[in-house]
């Protein structure tokens, strides 16, 4: 089946696109000699927050730290309980620990994958402090309901912003409608800064206090204590953490945001061909975006349709991987996993969150993929389904 015109190169799945600026701005950064948290740091911050219209930012090194000190920054006591999706990266259940709360995992919607807020109100109980949704896939939930929810019941909103950096409900940008925004620069997302996040806050004292958690509880002004102001003593008012974001990364961030939506354009293209070439084979291809709203095309998550063929999900991923075409699975839902599994064994039932877990696998779709790349793919679906 591997014909000698078959692709000599891997198709790495999640490739970034990166231009000469990034090469050009890390150089640059180097012969600065100043490396670590600073001007371009702060840059990326501004133009972050220009870009998504929010109240403020700041930048940190993940995403999972991102979640976590907006959980802990906005005071939730020990204990409480945090609704999420199941169907997350576990690093959102993880934050969620860590922050010291309890996940409270709740099934999502079988078409868009998004948490199903019916459950959400099901799982609400007198200890729950605060809802972290998920855009998954970098389609928007539903966060009028949401919102509605929260406000309801008195509830934090922390929005796992991981896939949805391009991502708007009629024009307003996720990430902007709850407290917190919480976004993912890791290697394989919309933009990177190889590791990295940033958190999007509704207030900029709400803000402050992410960024002095994030760096050891240092007070504020102390932070830039190597200033051309001269040096300035430091107070530590609790025990922070290590969670800044060096300049160097944030080199690659501001081209990385620069390009943006020309890269969301180049994903729409694959994306629209992904449909129209795969209309025909054993696959639940992604639901249409709801009207209003733009999806960030983070992840094109096929799901394998065991009524219409014999072949397995993971027989699939290992044909995929013979013919050199790099696929992801997003995700095996949290509650199978072990830690989740062992410590949660009565959460669930999770209907919809394990039919997608067992089924679904995503295809390259960055703005690295090539034309060329894109028919390879849709041919090794077709040899591998057949
Ligand atoms: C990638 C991802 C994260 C974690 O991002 P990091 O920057 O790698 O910490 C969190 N949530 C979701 C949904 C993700 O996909």
Known sequence: MTSEAWREKYLIFGAPDLGREEY??????????????????????????????????????SCTAALQLSLQVLGIPPGSEVITSTMTFCATANAIIHAGSVPVLVDCERDSMNIDIAAVERAITPR?????PVHFA????DMKALMALAKKHDLFVVEDCAHAIESTIDGQHCGTFGDVGCFSFYATKNMTTVEGGMVTCRSQELADRVAILGLHGMSKDARKRYSDDGFVHYDVAQPGYKCNMTDLAASLGIHQLARVE?????RQQ???????ELADLPL????????????????FTCLVDDSRTSVTRDQLLRKLHLLKIGCGVHYRAVHV????????????????????SERTFSIPLSPAVTDEDAADVVRALRLSLA
């Open 262 to 266: 020309k890269n969301l354009q180049r």
């Open 337 to 356: 996993l072990d830690y989740y599994r062992r410590t949660y064994p009565h959460a669930g039932p999770f209907p919809h969150a394990d039919f997608i």
């Open 138 to 141: 970098g389609r928007p939930c």
């Open 270 to 276: 694959l994306w629209d061909y992904y449909l129209r």
């Open 128 to 132: 729950t402090r605060a809802i972290v």
């Open 24 to 61: 050009e701005e890390v150089v640059a950064c180097l012969d600065s000699r100043w490396m670590g948290t600073g001007p371009r740091t702060a840059r990326l911050e501004r133009d972050f927050r220009d870009y998504i219209g929010a109240a403020a930012t700041v930048a940190l090194n």
């Open 284 to 299: 639940i291809l992604p639901a249409p975006p709801a009207p209003g709203t733009r999806h960030a095309l983070h992840l």
